[in-house]
């Protein structure tokens, strides 16, 4: 037998099969619809159709079917991906759920999410990985308003692939106009997008028309199957044209001998020898070693993880942005952007959360809502405040200089999501538009006098004595006791108090959640520049969120805040109520009344804790006096 | 040598995914650990962790709970594995559950399982303080996994809150806990089974032998083919010892671990075997077989 007509043994003929599947590729989409559209018995139906629903998985199916099914006696595909108790009880999705099938020619991750209104945040979570989006319309209804939610969403999120399934066909008589029509109004509202493909399928998932294979029951129609479509469609890869960025995810230090920096290159491509400059301190170095999973190698591109060694010496850590030094990222502590509203708590501009984006971490506020967007009309609104699933453009600030792309350009460099400091919940996801120069432009005026010379002239440790508590609970009452006896001990004092403030300085404001914070903010500010002057400040606030007593206190030097919680029971305030106003809030004269209607969440870890109720306030002063003594603070 | 101008191909796209995560727990965690389980995902998470690292050791220990009934064959090849890789391994073992004589046999699987298993694991994640677990679940084997984030937040009691989940977009994953609290982490999320084995196959990773045909002594119990691997094992009235040719899907406890007749001695015999399959991996294990939602009751309690 020659060599070349050798014939292949079973085990060398799968070694092959396996080989060349390896060269398969990836498509991730996603797919969106109304709650009755037909979406997780399309994914079903193409799990089953590709065969990869083995024996025993369908055998439970059927025993399921007959529990929770809604379509009689036949399988109901969809509960193949329906995946918790819950939402199989109730009949619909509720959460992102991830499916796998594959072809010859490809091996797709399907992310199923809801169409309710209430879950924009499930499909932006889908979206933010997918390279294609397949939206779902009954072909009886048309395009309903989430169709066009979901089309905007799935823009926003920069997916630029998009199939319209026209589900339900067999509902209308295989009607070629039905078919016509949608696709014709979808066209024209979807000009306005930037999407790359749109291409209109009229299908019927339950039954299998068009879904794998074309069907004969709509001789009129000459585009492809769904999965013809999803197995050809080319999504390009943006991020391997744009400059080269990497941030770095870990700093690789084995040894005295070795420093690499390891991550995920976001976009281009790197080779031995290129130059990259730090983004931000715009150092400069080359590349010696380019390690990659599979060894050293010459070049590497984006998508790929590997780790990077240099020719010079240079302080890098996690967090840092590796760019391509001709074309550089922007570097800047405030920004315009996108944000999408993750948590029932609201989003308030001035609170303080943690912003990621890429490795690194770094507090950030929004300073401001220019406007809400309607997601059903696109209509711009004005809002003080953010709900969950709605979705602003956004000013942020953060408490330092970050790298970054605008999202367009670079969904890896361009995303971050935001965290809530206390609870640690992702409650927000961002896409930045833009970065604000006027942050760049404004420097800090640097002063001869600083405030240690001038505390040193005062002769005191400056200091910031926060009093809060609910209203009534004897706040101010004690904050004026220990003013005069430090004021008699010859300090240097001033009372911020919450109703005085009011009528001055914060007059503008109201009660609103959002105004509450901004009032702590500024008198924070306030408060910083007093002990600044070197005095020792009295404030005396209700201030009753977390975050912003936090926020105050990370204005403030190490030590110089002094959290001191009045705790007088509600009960108790509501029997003292010296200026009526627990009556008012009763009789629902007074709206976001602290302890009544709004909120107030106690201190967990005071400096002082003051049981205010049954003693006399001298007491209880002197208890803030004899804390001030223990640390040295006074005499 | 030109530039890659084609798609990342599946495998490598996958693989720098998962590399993406397991550096990326290693940066934000202070004492994570991975948990080895010695079955094909563990092997193809550990074999990651090596390539993440490189060429530094990976900075976290690899932890096994130890039922006391897995096969023999497991522990050797876990030993070795981390003798050869020169990795800590912390073996921990629910000792009240040893000194009450917990076994599958006398008391079935689902009590087995809960406390040498989901309780033991608690235990050595409470005594080490680990605030972050990698486990090589997949999100293909089974429904609820279908819905598990990357970053899967587990309260201070262990639990899991299918509704109340951290919304998890792109890449950034959300490290955050509080004291006590910790996060499993789930590097091969978007693998299927068939990556697994491709991978196995094409970079040459070393696995449990079990997985491979042989002949080796087993008992037709309850339709599932249970090898008899110690003594340990009683034969009930009516059963008998008889060699076979089988292997192993998924490896777990020997007595609750369903063999099939095989030949397939060789990786390539296995991914063929696996191309034809009519039935999917889990069918092997005892603990699945309860009810469709059994998996998702016992994640919300702690079970990896």
């Known amino acids: 037998m020659s060599g070349t007509e050798r014939i292949l043994s079973a085990e060398e003929a799968v070694t092959d099969y396996v080989l060349a599947q390896e060269a398969k590729d990836q498509l991730r989409f996603l797919t969106c619809g109304s709650v009755d559209d037909g979406k997780s018995t399309l994914i079903g139906r193409l799990l089953y159709d590709t065969k990869l629903i083995f024996e025993d998985q369908l055998a439970t199916l059927e025993k399921d079917s007959r529990k929770h099914g809604t379509v009689g006696d036949e399988i109901d595909l969809a509960l193949l991906v329906d995946g918790l ?153 943006h991020e391997l044209d744009a400059p080269f960025r990497f941030p770095v995810q870990w700093v690789n230090r084995p040894n005295l001998d070795f420093r690499g920096y390891s991550g995920t290159i976001a976009s281009g491509r790197v080779s031995v020898g290129d130059e990259l400059v730090v983004a931000g301190p715009a150092k400069t170095s080359r590349v010696a070693r380019i390690i990659a999973p599979e060894g050293n190698v010459s070049e590497a591109r984006a998508g790929e993880a590997v780790t990077l060694t240099l020719a010079d010496e240079i302080d890098i850590s996690r967090g840092d942005l590796l760019a391509s030094p001709a074309d550089r990222p922007d570097v800047a502590d405030q920004m315009a952007a996108h944000v999408i509203w993750m948590a029932d708590e609201p989003m308030l501009p001035g609170r303080s959360y943690l912003l990621k984006i890429g490795a690194k971490t770094v507090t950030a506020t929004v300073t401001e809502i220019k406007h809400k967007i309607n997601v059903n009309t696109f209509e711009h609104m004005a809002g003080k405040t953010l709900d969950l699933n709605e979705i602003a453009f956004c000013n942020l600030a953060t408490a330092a200089p970050v790298a970054f792309d605008p999202y367009e350009v670079n969904k890896a460099t361009g995303s971050f999501i935001l965290i809530d400091r206390l609870t640690n919940a992702t409650v927000g996801a961002g896409l930045v538009w833009f970065a604000l120069r006027r942050a760049t432009n404004i420097h800090w005026q640097a002063l001869d006098i600083d405030r240690q010379a001038r505390a040193d002239k005062l002769g005191q440790t400056p200091a910031v004595l926060w009093f809060t508590g609910l209203s009534g609970s004897g706040k101010s009452t004690i904050a004026s006791i220990v003013e005069k006896k430090l004021h008699l001990e010859g300090r240097h004092t001033y009372t911020l108090d919450g109703d005085n403030v009011r009528h001055g300085l914060n007059k503008d404001l109201g009660f609103t959640d ?93 400096e002082i804790h003051l049981n205010n109720v049954g003693r006399d306030p001298e007491d209880v002063a002197d208890e803030v006096i004899g804390y001030l003594k223990d640390k040295g603070m006074i005499g | ?117 989901t309780e033991a694991l608690k235990q050595a994640l409470d005594k080490y303080g680990f605030d972050a677990a990698f486990g090589g679940a997949r999100r ?83 339709g599932m083919l249970i090898m008899v691997d110690d003594a340990r094992m009683k034969l009930l009235p009516g059963e008998v010892v008889e060699d076979k040719m089988i292997r192993f899907r998924t490896l777990g406890c020997y007595p609750l671990t369903g063999a099939i007749e095989s030949d397939a001695d060789t990786l390539p015999a296995i991914v063929r075997e696996m191309l034809i399959a009519r039935t999917s991996e889990r069918q092997g294990r005892l603990i699945d077989q309860d009810e469709a939602a059994s998996m998702e009751k016992k994640k919300r309690e702690g079970y990896f």
Not at chain 1, 205 to 220: E, I, L, Q
Not at chain 2, 95 to 106: E, H, L
Request: with cysteine.
């Open chain 1, 85 to 237: 108790e819950a939402e199989r009880e109730q009949g619909i999705t509720i959460d992102v759920a991830y499916r796998f099938f594959a072809t010859d020619k490809r091996k797709f991750i399907v992310a199923d999410t809801p169409g309710h209104e209430q879950y924009t945040r499930n499909m932006a979570t889908g979206a933010s990985t997918a390279d294609l989006a397949v939206l779902l319309v009954d072909a009886r209804q048309g395009l309903m308003v989430q169709t066009r939610r979901h089309a905007f969403i799935a823009s926003l999120l920069g997916i630029r692939h998009v199939v319209l399934a026209v589900n339900k066909i067999d509902l209308v008589d295989y009607a070629k106009d039905r078919f016509d029509d949608i696709r014709t109004e979808f066209e024209q509202f979807a000009n306005g997008f930037d999407f790359e493909s749109l291409v209109a399928i009229p299908m019927s998932a339950r039954f299998g028309d068009n879904v794998t294979v074309k069907s004969d029951r709509m001789p009129w129609y000459d585009g492809p199957a769904l999965l013809e479509h999803l197995e050809a469609v080319e999504v390009g890869e």
């Open chain 1, 514 to 606: 959002a105004d509450r914070v901004e009032n702590i903010r500024r008198v924070g500010e306030v408060a910083r520049l007093m002990t600044d002057a070197g005095l020792i400040t009295l404030v005396s606030f209700i201030s009753p969120f977390r975050s912003e007593r936090q926020m105050a206190r990370e204005l403030m030097g190490d030590g110089e805040f002094i959290e001191i919680f009045v705790d007088t029971p509600i009960e108790e305030c509501k029997t003292r109520d010296p200026k009526g106003l627990y009556a008012k809030a009763e009789r629902g004269e007074i709206k976001n009344f602290t302890g009544i209607d709004s909120p107030y969440e106690a201190p967990e870890y005071p």
């Open chain 2, 1 to 117: 040598m030109s530039l890659p101008e084609s798609r990342l191909t599946n495998l490598r796209r996958l693989e720098a995914e998962s590399i993406h995560i397991i550096r990326e727990v290693a940066a934000e965690f202070s004492n994570p650990v991975m948990l080895y389980s010695i079955g094909k995902d563990s092997g193809v998470m550990l074999h990651l962790a090596m390539k993440a690292f490189y060429p530094s050791k990976p900075p976290f220990p690899l932890l096994h709970v130890d039922t006391t009934w897995k096969f023999r064959d497991m522990i050797t090849f876990r030993d070795e594995t981390a003798a050869k890789l020169g990795l800590d391994l912390i073996v921990h073992t629910n000792q009240d559950g040893v000194a009450k004589g917990i076994n599958p046999f006398d008391h079935g699987s689902s009590v087995h399982t809960h406390i040498m298993k």
């Open chain 2, 140 to 222: 293909d084997e089974e429904k609820s996994r279908a819905k598990e984030r990357v970053f899967s937040f587990r309260n201070a009691s262990h639990g899991w809150d299918p509704k109340n989940q951290r919304p998890e977009l792109w890449n950034l994953y959300n490290a955050r806990v509080a004291k006590g609290e910790s996060i499993r982490a789930f590097p091969l999320s978007n693998w299927t089974e068939l990556d697994i084995w491709q991978y196995i196959l094409t970079e040459n990773i070393p696995m449990v032998p079990l997985y491979l045909a042989a002949r080796r002594p087993v008992v037709n119990r309850d």
